[in-house]
């Protein structure tokens, strides 16, 4: 598998209070034809993070066109005391029962540990309406499986219900190595009440290693495919294959993309988002510092 880097698509324009500064955790939604609609995650002055999007065209050959320049606001923190008051980041959108589901992470700074991430989903009734949470509270939180902090969601249709591939911690210490993050599984009727398996799909690979996250599925028949960042020193983009979606093989050396030699994703890249679209599949991604300069967009070549 090898990705031919298209270059940085959109990055913060300081255009909204809200949305300063990076864009974090591309995701995207199909708009009809050549256009798309992508959701990021931008911060405030006070490092809050809301989820914004900007709408764009790309053709077969990756070519893109931004339709506005000027991101939208879509979802802001909630209330005080509230599950997503310090910020919330979208994770995957999915049509419904006639309904579109964002499902995003929300979180609190701590005080005995550094955040505690939950799972939220926010709704929309109509293709031109806004974006309503289901409930002030997650639709998944910490739980008797992952009693500590959990993670990105990635959510899709499966038989008469809904998979999900999210994020857990296994412990909390003194540095962020001890966290040992890994992805698990659960399982809905009708994507607001989840049950945990408590089974670990991916787990750490040693070498430094200390966290897996933002997982994005893809299936074909039998054929299970799973990109994720994974990171020791710094954060790289992951892959991993199934027969069923509950057991994965690691393949990280075929995911076919690393950090270029200098520039906006030198060092780092993450948090991708692979998608098919115009005959070919894509992969929108984050390099540096969780996205400050923004997202960037690759094509599959082989």
């Known amino acids: 598998m090898s990705w031919r880097k298209l270059g940085l698509v959109w990055g913060a324009n300081g255009s909204l209070p809200a949305l300063l500064t990076h864009a974090a955790n591309p995701t995207v939604e199909a708009l009809g034809g050549d256009a798309l609609r992508v959701y990021f995650a931008g911060r405030d002055a006070l490092n809050r993070s809301s989820i914004g999007s900007i709408d764009l065209c790309i053709d077969g050959d990756g070519r893109w066109a931004l339709i506005d320049p000027l991101p939208k606001l879509v979802l802001s923190p909630g209330p005080v005391g509230t599950f997503d008051d310090s910020g919330c980041v979208p994770a995957c959108v999915l049509d419904w029962q006639g309904e579109t589901f964002l499902y995003y992470l929300g979180w609190n700074l701590g005080v005995t540990v550094p955040w505690r991430n939950s799972i939220g989903l926010a709704r929309r009734t109509a293709p031109d309406g ?5 409930s002030p509270a997650p639709v998944l939180d910490r739980n008797r499986h992952d009693p500590f902090s959990i993670s990105y969601p990635w959510v899709m249709p499966d038989g008469d219900g809904l998979r999900m591939w999210y994020g857990s911690n296994l412990a909390w210490g003194a540095k962020p190595e001890t966290m040992a993050h890994v992805i698990k599984t659960a399982r809905s009727s009708d994507g607001i009440l989840w049950s945990p398996s408590g089974k670990v799909a991916i787990g750490l690979d040693g070498d430094g290693e200390y966290a897996l996250s933002r997982p994005c599925v893809r299936r074909q028949g039998d054929d299970w495919r799973m990109w994720y960042s994974y990171r020791g020193a710094a954060y790289r983009i992951g892959y ?47 390099g540096r510092n969780y996205g400050i300069d923004g997202f960037g967009l690759a094509i599959l070549e082989t």
Do not use: L
Request: negative net charge.
């Open 130 to 134: 806004a974006f309503e949470r289901v």
């Open 240 to 286: 991993a294959r199934s027969h069923d979606g509950e057991t994965w093989r690691r393949q990280d050396e075929n995911a076919g993309i690393e950090p270029s030699a200098t520039g906006w994703d030198a060092g780092a890249v993450q948090y991708a988002y692979v998608f098919d679209h115009a005959g070919r599949q894509f992969m929108f991604y984050n």
